[in-house]
């Protein structure tokens, strides 16, 4: 992968990072309004959407540390 | 200039290029790290709702006299504190032998409603929501849900408040 092309694949996956982290934070405020109301029943789905929306934006920032690994090395051998 | 291989590199470089070829990678890992770590405190914080929700048990309060059978007129309210003094309350009398009362706080940011009796509903005056007086359910306006119930019982010529029904 070239520099350039490196840097676009990093900017996109952190574009969507930031995507998925609004999604998480309307996620925790609408939990918390829904549990002082007294209503728990979506706390449990919304903790389950919030941990596999956190696998997720692991799993964006390991891509994001592989690209990163991979565009230094081939600079390293130039 | 020629890097040398990774293994021989200094821990710090990783972290803290000199170079400015690769100083755009390290900005971009590291604000990508932060946002990653704010995902962890976002699920965190669904987490500990959960758990207290798991470990917070419903609490119960005793029940408190309102008023007395005949203390209002039909379509006459009657304003109180239940469960506890900071919890405003508005006891309407719907029928000769009818009485509802709800959380006195708009569940959208806590005005007081008042009785609209012309109307027959429960209106908030700071954004025009209203409820219905029969359930408490939501008529108009921005209030998400309805407004909690409290629960009345008959005990002799006294009416009592037992639960708030959320």
């Known amino acids: 992968m070239t520099r350039r092309g490196g840097l676009t694949a990093i900017d996109g996956a952190i574009a969507l990072i930031a995507i998925l982290l609004i999604i998480q934070m309307w996620l925790l405020t609408a939990t918390l309004e829904s549990h002082l109301a007294g209503h728990p029943e979506p706390i449990l789905p919304a903790a389950i959407i919030s941990a596999v929306l956190f696998c997720a934006c692991g799993g964006l920032f390991l891509f994001i540390g592989r690209i990163d690994v991979e565009v230094r090395s081939r600079d390293d051998h130039d | ?166």
């Open chain 2, 1 to 166: 200039m020629r890097r040398k291989p990774a293994q021989e590199e200094p821990l710090w470089r990783d972290e803290f290029s000199i170079q400015s070829a690769t100083e755009k990678y390290v900005a971009r890992r590291q604000f990508a790290k932060f946002l990653v770590l704010t995902s962890l405190g976002m699920f965190i914080g669904n987490l500990w709702i959960l758990v207290r929700s798991w470990f917070l048990s419903k609490p119960s309060f005793a029940p408190q006299r309102v008023s007395g059978l005949n203390e209002i007129a039909v379509g006459e309210v009657k304003l109180f504190s239940y469960p506890t003094a900071e919890d405003p309350c508005i006891m309407i009398r719907t029928g000769p032998q009818q009485f509802v009362a709800y959380s006195q706080k708009c569940t959208h940011l806590s005005c007081a409603v008042y009785f609209a009796r012309e109307q027959s509903r429960l209106e908030c005056p700071c954004h025009e929501g209203y409820f219905a007086v029969e359930d408490g359910s939501v008529l108009q306006g921005p209030p998400p849900r309805p407004l909690p119930r409290i629960r009345l019982q008959r005990d002799g010529n006294d009416i009592v408040a037992t639960e708030v029904q959320l």
